[in-house]
Each structure stands twice: as C-alpha cells, then as structure tokens.
RNA sequence: GCGCCCGUAGCUCAGCUGGAUAGAGUACUUGGCUACGAACCAAGGGGUCGGGCGUUCGAAUCGCUCCGGGCGCACCA
C-alpha cells in the first residue's frame, strides 16, 4: 500500500467522485460548477478536515444542506485514511482522518529529511527574485534588513516550492544621488564638514562620508569579489572619486549581508545599463514603438497609454534620462535572461514605479505579460530607541543600520523579527526590547524545540537511522496526533507561502509545532523501559527536529542541537 | 485632492481564495523541576475585529461609505 501523506488532495478527490453521483451537472465536466474546498477546521472536536460542498449546494439543490451532506457521504467511496465521517452545524462534513494513516508522517520526514515540506508548485520554472537594491550611498538600515529578511526568505520559500530561483541585487551606481556622494566625499577630503556653511543642502551628512574620504586620501584599496579599486588619493579627480566611494560602500553593504546570511547570484550595476548601450537600445525601441513624444525640450513616454495617471518624462531637457528609462532597459534585460517570472521586493515607498515599468515595458511590445513583474512590497519599519523614534535619514546622518542590530540583537533574532510579519504591515522594531528581552523572543523557543529534542536523542545514545524504521503504531495519544497532523500541514504551509508570496507563514507555523512539541515534552517520557513505545516517541520526536530544522532553514535562522 | 497599504485583547501581531464558540506571544494572577534541558508547561481574567450600511444560509474576511495612521504623487532615485 503505498502512503497517502496529502490528506487534502485525497479528500478532494474522494468529494469530486461523491459529487458526480449525487449532482453530476456541478461536477468537473458538468454545467454548473462548485469548488470543493477541504480545509482545516480549527477545533479538533470537527474532525481533521471539514468540506462545506453540502452547504454550497443547498441553494441550487433547493434541498436542506444536511440531507444533501448525507448523500455526499453515503456516495463517498471507501478509503483506508477515512476514520470517520460526521454531519455537523449547518451541513459541514467533517472528515475524521485514522491514527494509522497520520502515523505515516513520520517514516515520510525522516526518509525525505532536508527534503521533507518540498513541492513542487514550480515545476522548475525560473523566478528572479531582486530585493535590498539599496543605492551605494551609504550603509544598509533596518528597513534594507526587512528586505534582506523577506526576500532571502521568500526565495528559500519558492524554492521549496520548486522555483528555480536566482537572487539578485541591482546597484542604482549612476545619476543624481551618486553625483551628491562624490562630492560630499571630495568635500570631506578637503576638510568642510557638515557644519561647515558651505556645505550644499543635498549632501550627505553621515559620519561614514569622513571614512570614505580618509581611506581614499591614504589611497586605500577596496577588494571585493568583483572589483579591485585603488583609491588616487587626488581631491580634484572627481571620476576617481566617484568609482572609490561606490566601491568602498558597495564592499560595506556586502559584508554586512553576509552578515546576515544574504547571499546574492547576480549582482546588476544601473552604470553597466549605460556602457552596455542598453539605456540607448531601450530608448531606440521606445520611439520606434510609437508612445513617446517630445514637449518642452524633453522626450515623453505616453505611460497614460498603459494605466498611469500621466504621462512621464524619459529624456530630461539637460539631456539626461531619468531614472525609469534604465530601470525598463533592467527588466527587458531580465526578461531576455529568460525570467518567466520576476518577483521584486522593495519599501513601499517605491510603489509608484510599479506603474512606470510595467508602462514601459508594455510599450516596447516584445511580449511581456501585462502584470510582469510581481512586487512584494513592505511596509516602512519605524525604529524605537529609548522610547523614541529614531528618524532615518542619509542625508541627516541618523541612522540604525543592519549592522547594529546584528550586534546588539544578533543575526538569528534579527532575522526572525524582520521576516515574521506580514510585509504589508508596518513593523516597530524597539531595539531595546530586542535587546533585554531576547530571552523571550520566539526564535529561542523554536530553537529551544530543536535543541531539547537533540538532547533527548543524545541521551538515548542509540543508532538514529533505526528510528527510521520504527513501528509507530504506540502513537495514539492528544499530544501525538496533533504533532503529526501538525508535520502533515507542513508542506502546504510550503505551498501557501509561495503562493501569497508571504514568508512569514513559515514562521508562525514554527511557533506552532514547537508549541505542541513543548506540550508533549512536559506531559510524557521518551526514554521509557517500553523499547517499542521508546522507540516509536523517539522517531516521532527526531521527525519533529527535522520539520523544525527545515523551516527554521527557510527563515535563514539557525537550528543549535545546544544553546 | 488622487493612488497604494494598514486599523483585531493593555502592548506586539496571526487569522482575510467568506465558514462552526475570533487566536498566539507579552503583561497581569495562580500552580508545576530529587525523572530525558523550567530559554519549558498547565490554569485564569482580558474583545462593539475603527464606525456605519449592504451582499450571503453564514462577514474580522467581500462591496460601498466615513473616521484614524503610514507611504507615494518631480524634467529625484
């Protein structure tokens, strides 16, 4: 026989038989249609699974959903997995699934172990996933860390799901805020300060301008994986300038993603659009699709043409284009890579270009879908510190940056907070609760799971691949049922997450299982002189590490076997 | 003024492809370590799901509207 784990897909299937016998014109090939959806209900007196089908029925039926309920369930063909099936509330069929059939989760984690929770909703197809793209004007702060968090997460989600997912990071190296770095920079090389009055009104305020410009006076060199910029030292060659203190804080914003446990495939700089000639052939491709137009010494895309409320200048009348035109010449670039699917990930506060590119890239006519690409956009983070509000500002010089929390809060913890909210809620981040309180942040509780169970196991001593292979027919108690319908709703938490593209799914279900793990832990003995109830709650206990272990993974958060 | 997001327990937040008695953490009260890790568990109080109207057998969830908060509305990026 072999193992039915995805009890829903199995109910459903077992309803659609049920359903063409009882109403055949609202079954798959009929007339009429009806979704049959199985879901979970939330108290365990309603069974494991619950189907509404009666209920959607009753109206078109003109029959009590109660008596259409029973002839669904008397037209439900036998099934090993089905215990049980009840008539409740108003016309619920509520699905009581067998122990015998739950138990199997447990043989199905530990022989799938890393691989346990994975689907395969992408069937393989390419995403690109672009998140952080913060600009190389200065360190990454809290709100380029809940990009970090979501979208490193997110891509281990889709992932998971069966994407085949690149990462990448798109560095805004060119036009007008990197015209303000140089030359706050060269200001700082000639010893005017910020409070010095000559200093201009876009410049950059912040403390590490005056790192820059002391490593490239003492002609430093920055290397990173993909650059090797020697610094000039000369104050008046403004180009010099320019590409050392890209560099410089480009090598800053790497290390602290490292940091984090962010690593990027592709890294895309906005000044390559340009000596590519990409930006030219994007323009080219504009005016010949026959949307633009020129007013007032400028050259107009007609966006209006596409939804957007008005139409936006791509050529300023200095000659210069603005920032849309090479963020368009990007994406027909990632398109042409063969992205079927780009994912892009930025602060809400960036929302208005979701309109502008998707414009632009209707309007070169090269077959892109109209919706492409998806945003996930988060919500702004506000920082509390000693009760207050800190304004984040570059150009102020106030900052929280990535790297202070992960010194102060540490990564594990820092990540977890960023990623364990819904990206379109506004997040506080009081960094001295964070602080004092990181004993009690649910990250340690899950990982505490994690640990406990390893102690266990390390206490017994014995060979963990024989739990492999463990009869686990002993598990029948509260606490033992409900941990392994917990380890089954794994994979289609997976499936959820990718689907509303909402990481922070896996997080909550963490918090969940290790809930019922610490239940049973204080309720029952592993290490009891019964080998066969022995063995079957240690398998059960190891399979439960490793769900915990492989979403924990997924949030980029560590899994201690001690703490 | 227009567009996007949000408003759920004192606080921080889940739940939103409509489902049954709205959940968790925290804080507060009380109890549990001579047995595998107490960074844990068990029990208790705490709610007009911002307000109103509507759709529906059924609304925190969908629609309209009002109120409140955030973000964006450049020939900036």
């Not at 090598?251 to 590519?276: I, M, P, W």
């Not at 309720?523 to 979403?551: H, W």
Request: hydrophobic share 40%; glycine share 8%.
């Amino acid at each position: 026989m072999s193992v039915v784990l995805n009890f829903k897909s199995h109910l459903s299937e077992l309803f659609a038989q049920a359903l063409r016998e009882v109403a055949p014109e609202f079954a798959n090939n009929g007339s009429a249609q009806v979704e049959i959806l199985i879901e979970r209900p939330k108290l365990a007196s309603h069974g494991d699974y619950a189907c509404n089908l009666a209920m959607q029925l009753a109206k078109a039926l003109r029959k009590p959903p109660r008596d259409i309920a029973q002839a669904l369930i008397a037209a439900l063909p036998a099934s090993e997995v089905v215990a049980k099936v009840e008539i409740a509330g108003a016309g619920f069929i509520n699905v009581f699934v067998t122990t015998a059939a739950k138990q199997g989760v447990v043989r199905g984690v530990l022989q799938a172990g890393a691989g346990y929770g994975h689907v395969h909703l992408g069937a393989g197809r390419k995403v690109g996933v672009e998140f952080v793209s913060a600009n190389p004007t200065g360190p990454l702060h809290v709100g380029h860390g809940r990009g970090a968090a979501v979208g490193d997460c997110l891509c281990n989600v889709l992932h998971a799901a069966g994407w085949n997912v690149t990462r990448e990071f798109y560095y805004n190296d060119a036009g007008a805020q990197i015209d303000n770095l140089m030359r706050s920079v060269q200001l700082r090389c000639l010893g005017i300060t910020p409070d010095d009055p000559g200093w201009p009104e876009a410049g950059y305020r912040g403390d590490y301008i005056a790192d820059v410009a002391k490593a490239y006076l003492a002609r430093e060199m920055v290397e990173a994986d993909d650059q090797h910029v020697q610094a000039s030292g000369d104050v008046n060659d403004a180009e010099a300038i320019r590409h050392f203190a890209v560099a410089y804080l480009r090598r800053e914003q790497d290390l602290d993603l490292r940091a984090f446990g962010v690593n990027f495939d592709v890294f895309s700089l906005e000044s390559a659009l340009y000596t590519d000639g990409k930006v030219e052939e994007t323009v080219k491709k504009l005016i010949a699709s026959g949307h633009t137009y020129e007013q007032d010494d400028a050259l107009w895309l007609r966006t209006t043409d596409f939804g957007d409320d008005k139409d936006r200048v791509m050529r300023k009348s200095d000659g210069g284009y603005t920032y849309f035109v090479p963020d368009v010449a990007y994406h027909l670039d990632k398109w042409r890579r063969g992205f079927g699917r780009v994912i892009n990930e930025q602060g809400s506060d960036h929302h208005s270009t979701i309109t502008r590119v998707r414009a632009g890239l209707q309007a070169l006519a090269v077959g892109i879908p109209k919706g492409w690409p998806d945003y996930v956009l988060h919500q702004m983070v506000t920082v509390l510190k000693n009760g207050e509000e800190v304004k984040i500002s570059k150009r102020a010089g106030s900052y929280v940056t990535l790297r202070d929390l992960i010194d102060e809060v540490g990564c594990d913890a820092t990540r977890y907070f960023l990623a364990a909210r819904h990206p379109d809620s506004q997040l506080v981040f009081d960094i001295d609760l964070a602080k004092s309180q990181s004993n009690d942040n649910p990250v340690y509780y899950i990982q505490y799971a994690h640990a406990r169970i390893h102690a266990v196991l390390a206490q017994w001593g014995g060979d963990r691949q024989s739990l492999h292979h463990a009869d686990v027919s002993a598990l029948e108690s509260e606490y033992e049922t409900a941990l392994l319908q917990r380890m089954i709703d794994f994979p289609q938490v997976i499936e959820s997450a990718a689907d509303d593209l909402a990481p922070h799914l896996v997080a909550f279900y963490l918090k969940d299982l290790a809930a019922g793990f610490h239940s049973y832990y204080n309720a029952s003995r592993f290490l009891v002189e019964d080998e066969k109830i022995k063995l079957a709650r240690l398998a059960l206990v190891a399979a439960v590490a490793q769900v915990v272990r492989n979403g924990l993974l997924l949030l980029g958060v560590s899994a201690p076997e001690k703490m």
